[in-house]
C-alpha cells in the first residue's frame, strides 16, 4: 500500500530556508501521471496546497508562495523535496506531501510534519 | 485563483441525523475532458486529512456509503446519512480543474 512520510526540521529561525523531504513508497515517480504535492495547515486554520510534481518533471506552485518555493524529485531515492526561503513566522505549520496522480488528486496523505518558526 | 466558499462552518449533528455540507466554487469545475474535479476530505482531530470523494461522487475505497457527494458546475454537497460518532471532524471541498488547486475553508462537524 502506498505510503508518504515527511521529514525535516521541527523549528526554523525566521529568513531561513526550510527543506521538507517526502520520502514514498508503493510507488513511483516515473511513471506517467504520477505526482506528489505539498499541502500545509496552520495551527488551527484550513489546507493550503504549496506545490506538485509530476513524472514528467512537470512542476506547479501556489502563485503567492511561487517565488518562495522550490519542489524537486529524486525518482531513484523515492524522494520529492521542498524548500522554502525566507521563513517568516506566518509559516509555522503542519506541512503535508500527498499523492497524486492526473484527475485523482491527493488520495494518500502522509502525516504531516509541524515547522515552527521563530527566533 | 478559484475560491471555495464552504457552508455552514460549524455544524452540530445528533447521532443518527443525516448532515449536509455546501460548497461553491467562483467558477465553474468542469473541466476541458468533460470531469469535474471536485474532491472531499475528512479530517479528524489529530489526523491527516483523507480523501472521502473524487470527481463529485465517486467514494473512495473503505470509506462508508453513508457519505454522498453530488452537485455540478459550481454547486456542490456532502451528505452523510446517519453521523456516528467518529465522523467528527473537519471536512473541506477542495478542486483540482484549475491552477493553483484551492480548498474550502472547512466545515467543522461535532455531535450535538
Known amino acids: 500500500q502506498i505510503t508518504l512520510k515527511e521529514s525535516g526540521p521541527t523549528l526554523v529561525k525566521p529568513t531561513q530556508t526550510l527543506t521538507l523531504t517526502c520520502a514514498f513508497s508503493?510507488?513511483?515517480?516515473?511513471?506517467?501521471?504520477?505526482?506528489v504535492g505539498w499541502i500545509r495547515q496552520p495551527p488551527g486554520k484550513a489546507l493550503e496546497w504549496l506545490a506538485l510534481?509530476?513524472?514528467?518533471?512537470?512542476?506547479r506552485y501556489s502563485p503567492s508562495l511561487k517565488s518562495r518555493l522550490t519542489i524537486t524529485k529524486d525518482t531513484s531515492k523515492n524522494h520529492v523535496v521542498l524548500t522554502m526561503t525566507n521563513m517568516d513566522p506566518v509559516d509555522t505549520a503542519t506541512y503535508y506531501c500527498?499523492?497524486?496522480?492526473?484527475?485523482?488528486?491527493?488520495?494518500?496523505w502522509g502525516q504531516g510534519t509541524m515547522v515552527t518558526v521563530s527566533s | 485563483d478559484v475560491v471555495m466558499t464552504q457552508s455552514p462552518i460549524s455544524l452540530p449533528v445528533t447521532l443518527g441525523q443525516p448532515a449536509s455540507i455546501s460548497c461553491r466554487s467562483s467558477?465553474?469545475?468542469?473541466?476541458?475532458?468533460?470531469?469535474?474535479?471536485l474532491n472531499w476530505f475528512q479530517q479528524r482531530p489529530g489526523q491527516s486529512p483523507r480523501r472521502l470523494i473524487y470527481?463529485?461522487?465517486t467514494r473512495d475505497s473503505g470509506v462508508p456509503d453513508r457519505f454522498s457527494g453530488s452537485g455540478s458546475g459550481t454547486d456542490f454537497t456532502l451528505q452523510i446519512s446517519r453521523v456516528e460518532a467518529e465522523d467528527v471532524g473537519v471536512y473541506y471541498c477542495?478542486?483540482?480543474?484549475?491552477?493553483?488547486?484551492?480548498f474550502g475553508q472547512g466545515t467543522k462537524l461535532e455531535i450535538k
Open positions: 500527498a499523492h497524486h496522480h492526473v484527475g485523482n488528486a491527493f488520495d494518500i
Open positions: 508503493e510507488f513511483s515517480l516515473s511513471t506517467s501521471g504520477v505526482g
Open positions: 510534481i509530476y513524472w514528467n518533471d512537470d512542476k
Open positions: 467558477q465553474s469545475l468542469i473541466y476541458s475532458d468533460g470531469n469535474t474535479y
Open positions: 470527481k463529485v461522487s
Open positions: 477542495m478542486q483540482g480543474t484549475h491552477w493553483p488547486l484551492t
